[in-house]
């Protein structure tokens, strides 16, 4: 699956992260490498459910809320930024989301 995203191949990522999913039912991985592949074909319902897979699986996975976050708007996508930040609150990653492309705050938050 993480070979397949690398060269963007979607459809290859997604299925590979189907069955890792049902080989290993326990694991937040494949659940979010499903939710990448989701997220980058645009089909952001699935991603979103995905990554909320993920979260029952793993709550403490700073970057799968940051996932879901990405791939959510409105309260949903400040809760699960909220609770990446908490969880890992130095992320250069979350700052960047935070603080957006265009370096507008997102979601009234100062970046």
């Known amino acids: 699956s993480g070979r397949a995203a690398e060269v963007g191949k ?22 979010k490498r499903l939710g990448e592949a989701q997220l980058a074909q645009g089909e952001l319902a699935a991603a979103r459910r995905s990554f909320r897979t993920a979260i029952d699986r793993d709550r403490q996975d700073w970057s799968a809320w940051l996932d879901l976050a990405v ?20 992320s250069p990653e979350i ?5 957006g492309v265009a370096g507008e705050p997102l979601y009234g938050g100062t970046g």
């Open 95 to 99: 700052a960047a989301f935070r603080t």
């Open 10 to 31: 979607w459809s290859v990522s997604e299925r590979d992260s189907r069955r890792a999913a049902r080989l290993t039912p326990w694991s937040a991985e494949p659940w």
């Open 71 to 90: 791939a959510s708007d409105g309260t949903e996508a400040r809760r699960a930024l909220a609770e990446a930040l908490r969880l890992n609150p130095l």
